[in-house]
C-alpha cells in the first residue's frame, strides 16, 4: 500500500510539478580532520504532499557528493541530492536571498513615495480647477466693486502660481521617481540571476513526502576547505619544576560559511585515505642498472650527526598570563586509529581563511632535566626536559612556543612518534653554558707511507658551567667510520667516552659545579692510498 501511494504521489508530482522549496541551512557541528572536515547542518522547511525541489542554501562552497547525507522523517523519501553552485530556478526566485531583498525592499519604499506623490500632485490639480471656477463665478458676481474685483484678481493669480508650481513640481518628482523605479526593476532582475547563480553552494533535493507539514532535515557532508594541526605552549620556571603544557589547535576553514556557535570535534584522523586492505601480489626479481655504473664518488663515505635543533631566540613577544582554558571542558577520546578532542564551549570559526586558536588542554608534565651539545655542528648545549610515560598525554606531531623562566625563547618540535620510552623536548639554547671545540694543530698533521697516506685529527672540546647550580650535560662528538676496505680507521683518544663503533659517535655524561670547566679531546688517524682522495674528510 505505501509503494503504490508513493508512485501515486509521484505521478501526481510530475502532473503537477510545485515551486522550489528554499530553505537555509545553519552549522551545528563540525569535525575537522588534518585535510578535511565533516559539517553537520540543520534546516526546516514545509512542504506539500506530493514531489518537491527543495533547495538548501548556505552549505559549503565546495563539499564531496559522495559524502552527503540527509536525515529526514520516515514520511519523506529523498529520491536524488545534487550539489551545485550555479542554481537556475525555472520558477520564481528565492525572495530571502539577502540580493533580492534589499532591492525588494526599496522598491516597497519607493512605492510608497510614488503614491504619496501622486495624492499630492491631484490635490494641487483639484485647486486649480477650483480657482478656475471661482474666478469665472466672481466675473459673473456684479455686486463687487472695481477694487474688491481687482483684490480677487490679484489673490486668484497669486494661488493659482503657487499651485502650478507646486503641480509642476510634483509631476517632475513624480517623473524622478518612475526613472529610480525603472533602475530599481531592472537591479532585481540582475540581482536575481545573480543570487541564483552565484551565492555559494546549494542542496538541489528532490523529495517525495507522503503529508504536507513542517519537516526538519539533518545535513552532513565532507569538505575538503577545512584543516587543523596541533600546537602547544611549553612553560617552565626552573629546572626543578614540572613543564606546564598548553595543548592547543590551530583551525582553519574556507568553507564559505561561517561556522558560529558551532561544537567542534578535533580528529587525528584521515577521512580521505584508503581504506583496502593491502593484498600481496608475486614478487618477481629481475636484472636492474649495474650498481658500479650508479656510484657517486664519496657518497658511501657521507657522514652525517643528528642532534636536537631550535629556531634561537625570536623577537615574537608571548604573553606570561594564558587565557582560561577548556580544559575542563575537552573530553578525548582515543581509539586504534585516531585521538578526537570534543568541545562542548561553542566556537565561532570564521570562512576567512585565518588560524582560529583553540585551547585544549592543560597538562603538567613530570620533566627531568639536562643539557645537551654537539659543539661539531653547533657551539651551544641545549637544554632537555625528558618526559617519562608521554604516550598517556595523547600528543600528536607539532611546534612548540617555549617560555622558559617567564621569557620567550623560540620553538620546538614535538614528535611523539618514536620508539624510545623517553620524550626529549628542546626547551631551547643555554647561552650560560659555554662551549669551545677547536682543532689541536700540534696533534694533527699528514705522513705520507709509500703508498698511502696517513692523516691525524685532534679535537679539544672545553665545556664552562657559568650558571650558579651544576648541570649534567650530555656532550657528543665523533669519528668517521669506514665502508671501504682501503680506508682504514683508527680511534686513537677519546676520553673514556663511551663510542658506537657502527656510527662513530661518541658520547660524555657530564657532570659540571657551578663556575667549572672540562676538557675532552678525541684524535683519530685515517689511513688510505695516496692515489685517492676522500672529499668528506
Not at 512605492?111 to 486649480?128: A, M, Y
Not at 582515543?334 to 597538562?363: A, C, M, R, T
Not at 709509500?450 to 658551567?465: D, G, M
Not at 682504514?488 to 683518544?493: A, I, M, T
Amino acid at each position: 500500500m505505501k509503494r503504490a501511494f508513493l508512485l501515486l504521489l509521484l505521478l501526481s508530482g510530475i502532473v503537477n510539478a510545485q515551486k522550489p522549496v528554499f530553505t537555509t541551512a545553519k552549522v551545528k557541528a563540525a569535525t575537522v580532520y588534518f585535510n578535511a572536515a565533516e559539517i553537520t547542518q540543520a534546516a526546516t522547511v514545509t512542504l506539500p504532499a506530493g514531489t518537491s525541489e527543495i533547495v538548501v542554501k548556505n552549505v559549503a562552497d565546495y563539499l564531496n557528493e559522495n559524502t552527503v547525507q540527509i536525515g529526514a522523517p520516515a514520511s519523506l523519501t529523498v529520491l536524488s541530492v545534487q550539489f551545485t553552485r550555479d542554481y537556475i530556478s525555472e520558477f520564481e526566485p528565492d525572495e530571502t536571498s539577502p540580493l533580492i531583498k534589499k532591492v525588494r525592499d526599496s522598491i516597497k519604499l519607493l512605492q510608497k513615495e510614488i503614491q504619496k506623490t501622486g495624492v499630492l500632485k491631484n490635490s494641487e490639480l483639484k485647486t486649480l480647477e477650483l480657482l478656475d471656477k471661482n474666478t469665472v463665478v466672481a466675473g459673473q458676481n456684479t455686486g463687487l466693486s472695481v477694487a474688491e474685483l481687482i483684490k480677487l484678481a490679484d489673490y486668484s493669480k497669486a494661488k493659482y502660481t503657487e499651485t502650478m508650481t507646486a503641480y509642476n513640481a510634483f509631476i517632475d518628482r513624480e517623473q524622478k521617481l518612475n526613472e529610480i523605479m525603472s533602475r530599481l526593476n531592472s537591479r532585481l532582475e540582475t540581482n536575481t540571476k545573480q543570487a541564483e547563480k552565484t551565492s555559494g553552494g546549494k542542496l538541489v533535493l528532490q523529495v517525495m513526502n507522503e503529508q504536507a507539514g513542517s519537516v526538519p532535515l539533518d545535513i552532513t557532508y565532507l569538505s575538503p576547505s577545512a584543516s587543523w594541526s596541533p600546537f602547544y605552549d611549553l612553560r617552565a620556571e626552573n629546572t626543578s619544576g614540572p613543564i606546564n603544557m598548553l595543548y592547543k589547535a590551530q583551525v582553519v576553514q574556507q568553507t564559505g560559511i561561517d561556522w558560529k556557535k558551532v561544537k567542534l570535534t578535533l580528529s587525528s584522523g584521515n577521512p580521505n585515505q584508503n581504506n583496502q586492505a593491502p593484498i600481496l601480489s608475486a614478487w618477481f626479481l629481475r636484472f636492474g642498472i649495474n650498481p658500479a655504473l650508479a656510484y657517486s664518488p664519496g657518497a658511501a663515505n657521507t657522514i652525517r650527526i643528528r642532534g636536537l635543533s631550535s629556531s634561537g631566540y625570536s623577537s615574537n613577544a608571548v604573553a606570561k598570563s594564558e587565557v582560561s582554558t577548556v580544559s575542563n571542558y575537552t573530553t578525548i577520546n582515543e581509539n586504534q586509529l585516531s585521538v578526537s578532542f570534543d568541545i562542548d564551549i561553542p566556537y565561532d570559526v570564521l570562512s576567512n581563511g585565518k588560524q582560529h586558536s583553540v585551547s585544549l588542554k592543560d597538562i603538567k608534565l613530570p620533566a627531568t632535566y639536562r643539557h645537551y651539545a654537539v659543539p661539531k655542528a653547533d657551539k651551544e648545549a641545549f637544554l632537555l626536559a625528558e618526559i617519562s610515560d608521554y604516550s598517556k598525554y595523547n600528543l600528536l606531531k607539532g611546534e612548540a612556543n617555549i617560555i622558559f623562566e617567564g621569557m620567550y625563547i623560540g620553538k620546538t618540535f614535538i614528535d611523539p612518534n618514536q620508539t624510545s620510552d623517553t620524550l626529549n623536548l628542546s626547551m631551547g639554547r643555554d647561552k650560560k653554558i659555554s662551549i669551545k671545540r677547536e682543532k689541536v694543530v700540534e696533534k694533527s698533521g699528514t705522513k705520507f707511507l709509500s703508498s698511502y697516506k696517513e692523516q691525524t685529527f685532534t679535537y679539544e672540546t672545553t665545556i664552562r658551567n657559568n650558571k650558579k647550580e651544576a648541570v649534567q650535560l650530555t656532550l657528543k662528538d665523533q669519528y668517521p667510520v669506514s665502508t671501504d676496505k682501503e680506508i682504514e680507521v683508527e680511534l686513537l683518544q677519546s676520553d673514556k667516552a663511551k663510542a658506537n663503533a657502527e656510527t662513530g659517535v661518541l658520547t660524555w655524561e657530564l657532570k659540571l659545579a657551578p663556575g667549572e670547566a672540562k676538557k675532552v679531546r678525541i684524535s683519530y688517524k685515517v689511513k688510505y692510498p695516496k692515489d685517492r682522495n676522500i672529499d668528506n674528510l
